[in-house]
């Protein structure tokens, strides 16, 4: 039972960086199996996904110190227009921080406009555990009521 816990705080947790996890995947995989308990899946997810995003947020800080090597993967150009989005559209982009391939860099990018952490975790948060909660309500929905 641990491992299945542990492997999906794991998967959150990747999945949340730029590793290409699928948490989605174990966390349905888990629920169908019927030996956990939905509300503990949900928080292990949710915490995983969010530290995750919490990592990317704290290299987003950090990043402008290295942009000047050569190694740097992204360019001063696309830097400043992330930073120009973000301007615009602000903390609310945290709301899609759980959509995937944009997710990852709108925490990172986050980081980089120096977003208070309180208001990151919210946002993330928020958004986050209701991406697993809808799953998670699809996935029993589709296994007690089949059509």
Do not use: C
């Not at 973000?86 to 959509?99: A, P, Q």
């Not at 120096?114 to 929905?141: C, D, G, I, Q």
């Amino acid at each position: 039972m641990i491992a299945g816990y542990l492997g999906l705080f794991v998967a959150a947790f990747g999945a949340a960086t730029l590793l290409p996890l699928q948490s989605e995947a174990v966390l349905v995989g888990l629920l169908l199996s019927g030996h956990y308990s939905l509300w503990l899946l949900l928080g292990i997810a949710t915490l995983g996904n969010v530290l995750g995003s919490l990592v990317n947020w704290w290299l987003g800080r950090w990043v402008e110190h290295f942009k000047a090597r050569r190694w740097f993967p992204v360019s001063a150009k696309q830097l400043d227009k992330a930073r120009r989005h973000y301007e615009r559209w602000g903390h609310w982009t945290l709301l899609l921080s759980w959509v995937p391939i944009i997710g990852d860099p709108l925490t990172l990018v986050a980081g980089v406009m120096r977003e208070p952490l309180w208001r990151f975790l919210l946002l993330v948060t928020l958004a986050k555990s209701l991406r697993y909660a809808v799953l998670a309500a699809l996935t029993l929905h589709w296994v007690l009521i089949p059509t």
